[in-house]
């Protein structure tokens, strides 16, 4: 018979997941080398967040599902966009790009659509 693991209870796997979605935020935003797919990322935050949901006991105000921001890269051109740019708000289905096509069309004056 197998033991589990510590990183398979509850606060190893997410002390395994704060690690992975602050390493990866940290490719991402500082180097501008992501490691994975945003669909990958949004994964596993959801992951972290569903289970320090489930967890209250081991909430931590630097998890990265609470933390907000960090240092903006300077080696990064502003830009003014002509036209808002729009999230899609983590539509990873068919479903999720129709409530988000809605969400736009309500935003339209009614001629416009």
């Known amino acids: ?40 990322f949004d994964s596993l935050f959801r992951e972290l967040q ?22 903006v890269a300077d080696r990064f051109k502003k830009v003014r966009h002509q036209v808002p740019v729009l999230s899609l708000a983590n539509a990873f289905g068919e479903e999720d790009l129709h409530r988000w096509r809605e969400r736009l069309l309500r935003l339209l004056p009614e001629e416009e659509h």
């Open 50 to 71: 569903s289970l320090e949901e489930k967890h209250p006991d081991l909430r931590d105000p630097n998890s990265p599902t609470v933390r907000v921001g960090g240092a």
């Open 1 to 40: 018979m197998s033991r589990a693991s510590p990183l398979d209870a509850p606060a190893g796997k997410i002390e395994k997941l704060r690690n992975a979605v602050s390493h990866h935020q940290y490719r991402y935003y500082v180097l501008d080398e992501p490691e994975i797919t945003d669909a990958e």
